[in-house]
């Protein structure tokens, strides 16, 4: 796709950025390997909740609990901030002015709240429904899955507010830079076990 | 920041970038709303349903990994194709020996937790 030779996976920043450019290589490939063992994690999840789909123990089930509308709405939140980190990572590498780096990046951070209340919601209202994660096995393995995820994206949203800082008072020195490039990763990486979530817990819960 | 100018080069990279993006995003966009609208819309027997929510689900992880975390199958980038192939490999062993282990208990010995 590009022209400059990539020294790692993803947007690479290229020749432009000099110093940053080349810490990112190693920076990269570290947080790939730790994104991949957090999908095992992810996986492993996964398959406990599949392994406790029969276990309701009486109590109430993904048809009760689970609804279509909500889930919906949080994937496209979450969807639509990959998008917008995807415009601020081109933003960052073609330097084309330092407020639209931010704008993007602050309404990648919208959105990502916007999921975490909507999220919040939805629990809060499982949770009067008697959908607590004591009540069975099927919703301990759910309580451990998705709020899970609910975590990674709110540790994301917090660093991505710390970047935001950091760009505010160092300005887009070579540490901003690979953060954002990390963290990109993260978000991307994010809203694939969300693709996960949303077809296996919900869609499949629901049909 | 300054706002540098950019080479032509540069500046077709820019779009071709962008133009990943936006088919990512088109594509991603896709692959949601349809198993997303034949479960809300429609009558579909369950089977059917399931097959075509786990197809496209496969279809948008590879699509976000190809067009947001740009892996893709060029030679420079191998070790980290690696890396994520390994990992499948090792999510492979331990999802599908977790589920063949636990359901194959559970035919045995609890019919009641079985789908």
Redesign the interface.
């Known amino acids: 796709?590009?022209?400059?030779?990539?020294r790692?996976?993803?947007?690479n920043l290229?020749h432009?950025h000099g110093d940053a450019h080349e810490a990112s290589e190693e920076f990269v490939?570290g947080f790939?390997?730790f994104m991949?063992?957090d999908?095992?994690l992810f996986?492993?999840l996964?398959?406990?909740y599949?392994?406790m789909?029969?276990?309701t123990a009486g109590g109430p089930g993904p048809g009760e609990l689970f609804e279509?509308k909500s889930?919906?709405i949080e994937?496209?939140l979450l969807?639509v901030s990959?998008?917008t980190f995807?415009?601020a990572s081109?933003a960052l590498?073609?330097?084309?002015?330092?407020k639209v780096l931010v704008a993007w990046l602050l309404v990648t951070l919208l959105l990502g709240l916007g999921f975490l209340a909507h999220e919040l919601y939805d629990f809060h209202k499982m949770f009067t429904e008697g959908g607590v994660p004591s009540r069975s096995g099927f919703l301990s393995a759910f309580f451990a899955l998705v709020p899970l995820h609910g975590l990674h994206v709110t540790g994301a949203c917090i660093w991505l507010i710390a970047l935001l800082g950091q760009i505010a008072v160092h300005?887009?020195d070579t540490p901003t830079k690979t953060g954002l490039m990390r963290l990109a990763?993260l978000w991307?990486?994010l809203?694939?076990v969300w693709?996960?979530i949303?077809?296996?817990v919900y869609?499949?819960g629901?049909? | 920041m300054s706002h540098r100018q950019l080479s032509e080069q540069e500046a077709q990279e820019k779009s071709s970038e962008l133009r990943t993006y936006l088919w990512g995003f088109g594509l991603a966009l896709v692959l949601t709303l349809i198993p997303f609208g034949l479960a809300a819309y429609t009558q579909t027997a369950a089977r059917t349903l399931y097959i075509v929510i786990a197809v496209c689900a496969v279809i948008q992880v590879v699509v976000h990994f190809r067009f947001f975390l740009h892996i893709t199958l060029a030679r420079n980038k191998r070790e980290d194709l690696q890396l994520i192939l390994f990992t499948v490999l090792i999510l492979t062993i331990m999802v599908g020996g977790t589920l063949w282990i636990l359901f194959n208990l559970y035919y045995r010995m609890m019919p009641a937790m079985l789908p």
């Open positions: 796709m590009t022209a400059t030779p990539s790692h996976p993803g947007l290229g432009a490939f790939w390997v991949m063992s999908l095992i996986g492993l996964f398959a406990t599949v392994t789909l029969g276990g279509l889930a919906f994937t496209m969807l990959s998008f995807g415009m081109l590498k073609y330097r084309t002015d330092r300005g887009l990763i991307h990486f809203d694939v693709i996960g949303f077809s296996l869609l499949g629901i049909v």
